[in-house]
């Protein structure tokens, strides 16, 4: 007895497009049948993937290269108003806190930006459909991890409560513990968080 074999993928798109004649569902491949999503654990892992790796491109982007000077001088003025770190810094203490706050506030917006347009571009060139409510929310929740970790107290806090003050304050020899401890921040907690809560929210994205 002649078997009847299902189309293959490239057949039924070759047929439905020379002659306007879609085979039944049953001839099919899963993949050609309306609305038949992605699986759900194969496209969470795209998303989760995907959105880590933009979102080392987009720290080192954001944190270097968009970032100005002015900003990276004074983000962190304000927790330490009597203590300048410049000992040609003339400014009141009042002034350094303003100067400070707003110094941070332009760089978690820069930085904020330079991730989102990051993660956008790398779901456009591989057409992965991430809904804008996820993208938005993993970039606002690494913005504020970000912010709150340049900001510099909560991280002494941490080295503190660790014992690690004296490797936060090392300054010499080519190493700054402060800085090391920033960026082990950033990308041990900020970037994996921003890229979790990206893919909860991202469900059933195509």
């Known amino acids: 007895m002649k078997q009847n074999h299902p189309m293959?993928?490239?057949?039924?798109?070759?047929?439905?497009?020379?002659?306007?004649?879609?085979?039944?569902?049953?001839?099919?491949?899963?993949?050609?049948?309306?609305?038949?999503?992605?699986?759900?654990?194969?496209n969470r892992l795209a998303v989760l993937v995907l959105t880590w790796l933009a979102g080392h491109a987009g720290h080192e982007t954001g944190d270097y290269l968009v970032q100005d000077d002015w900003a990276a001088r004074n983000k962190q003025c304000h927790t330490r108003p009597d203590q300048p770190i410049d000992g040609n810094d003339d400014r009141a203490p009042s002034q350094r806190v303003r100067d400070g706050r707003r110094a941070l506030a332009r760089h978690a917006v820069t930085y904020g930006v330079a991730q989102a347009v990051t993660k956008a571009l790398a779901y456009r060139a591989v057409g992965l459909r991430v809904p804008m409510r996820a993208q938005l929310a993993g970039v606002a929740v690494e913005t504020t991890v970000h912010a709150l970790i340049d900001d510099g107290r909560l991280l002494r806090t941490f080295a503190e409560i660790t014992g690690k003050l004296a490797f936060h304050d090392l300054a010499a020899?080519?190493?700054?513990?402060?800085?090391?401890?920033?960026?082990?921040?950033?990308?041990?907690?900020?970037?994996?968080?921003?890229?979790?809560?990206?893919?909860?929210?991202?469900?059933?994205?195509?």
């Open 173 to 206: 020899a080519g190493v700054n513990g402060r800085a090391l401890m920033d960026q082990a921040g950033h990308k041990g907690l900020q970037i994996p968080l921003g890229a979790i809560v990206t893919t909860l929210l991202a469900g059933g994205a195509r």
């Open 8 to 42: 293959s993928h490239n057949a039924a798109q070759l047929n439905a497009a020379t002659t306007g004649y879609l085979a039944p569902a049953a001839e099919r491949p899963p993949d050609l049948l309306e609305g038949q999503p992605m699986k759900l654990a194969d």
